[in-house]
């Protein structure tokens, strides 16, 4: 089992930044996979951003060169810069272990005002 919480949401105005954090528990040894998600209303929830084994890191095409995502032993972090209104969404952090079973956080609110 392992247990994800998120943190770093928050009001930004576009332009700006904010980095979430993700702190992962238990069986942290056996994640392969971290990644972040988001959701935003009425729409499906994407990959933002994926780190492999600890350094391979893949980006959603809308967030490439804006968003840099890292990984330090249970923690992963997603630092965002030049924010723009559409990147409003709910982040989810997850893991991925050896397994195959995929681990969710509850989520946290990002905003962009314009």
Same mark, same amino acid.
């Given at each position: 089992?392992?247990?994800?919480?998120? @943190?770093?949401?928050?009001?930004?105005?576009?332009?700006?930044?904010?980095?979430? @954090?993700?702190?992962?528990?238990?069986?942290?040894?056996?994640?392969?996979?971290?990644?972040?998600? %988001?959701?935003?209303?009425?729409?499906?929830?994407?990959?933002?951003?994926?780190?492999?084994s600890?350094? %391979?890191?893949?980006?959603?095409? @809308?967030?490439?060169? %804006?968003f $840099?995502?890292?990984?330090?032993?249970?923690?992963?972090?997603?630092?965002?810069?030049?924010?723009?209104?559409?990147? $409003?969404?709910?982040?989810?952090?997850?893991? $991925?272990?050896?397994?195959?079973?995929?681990?969710?956080?509850?989520?946290?609110?990002? $905003?962009?005002? @314009?």
């Amino acid at each position: 089992q392992v247990q994800l919480v998120e @943190s770093g949401g928050g009001l930004v105005q576009a332009g700006g930044s904010l980095r979430l @954090s993700c702190a992962a528990s238990g069986s942290i040894f056996s994640i392969d996979v971290m990644a972040w998600y %988001r959701q935003a209303p009425g729409k499906q929830r994407e990959l933002v951003a994926r780190i492999i084994s600890g350094y %391979r890191t893949n980006y959603g095409d @809308s967030v490439k060169g %804006r968003f $840099t995502i890292s990984r330090d032993k249970n923690t992963v972090a997603l630092q965002m810069n030049s924010l723009k209104p559409e990147d $409003t969404a709910i982040y989810y952090c997850a893991a $991925t272990v050896r397994a195959g079973t995929v681990y969710w956080g509850q989520g946290t609110q990002v $905003t962009v005002s @314009s």
